[in-house]
């Protein structure tokens, strides 16, 4: 299959580039996905209960889903985001989430980076979950 040279345009999924979409965005509005220094990296407090650096990462990802309110196509300054336009009209707000889970998923380490990919599956699972919860009786957990 043959793609356009737009196909391979790595940089338009980059959320460090600057939208054309928003004006008066400043460098420090920006969010930074690297961590600050390696020991940052790789620092994992003994003490945690969790194993696996679960809350670092956790916290990341809320960093992440923070940064991408000001790179979103919105109408006007209102912030209405497609997502709502699709929820709105049709009810498909979980379908959607959903299915781009499994875009990114499918794609993941071929277009960007493996952990961009791996962060927006993962908003995608939080915007399933919201959808998930507001369209079905909500499930509990045991502690």
């Not at 920006?30 to 220094?37: E, H, L, M």
């Not at 650096?53 to 912030?79: C, F, K, P, S, W």
Request: no cysteine; proline share 2%; aromatic share 14%.
């Amino acid at each position: 299959m043959e793609h356009s040279k737009y196909y391979y345009d790595y940089d338009r999924n980059d959320p460090l580039r600057k939208s054309p979409f928003v004006s008066g965005l400043v460098e420090e509005d920006v969010i930074d996905f690297k961590f600050k220094d390696e020991e940052t990296k790789l620092n994992i407090d003994k003490n945690s209960k969790y194993k696996y650096n679960e809350e670092a990462i956790v916290n990341e990802l809320l960093d992440y889903i923070r940064g991408t309110y000001g790179q979103h196509y919105a109408a006007n300054d209102q912030n209405i985001q497609t997502l709502d336009f699709i929820e709105a009209s049709h009810g498909d707000g979980e379908s959607f989430a959903r299915d781009n889970i499994l875009k990114y998923t499918s794609r993941y380490d071929k277009k960007g980076t493996a952990r961009r990919d791996i962060m927006k599956i993962l908003h995608y699972a939080v915007l399933l979950m919201y959808f998930n919860d507001k369209n079905a009786q909500r499930e509990t957990y045991p502690q």
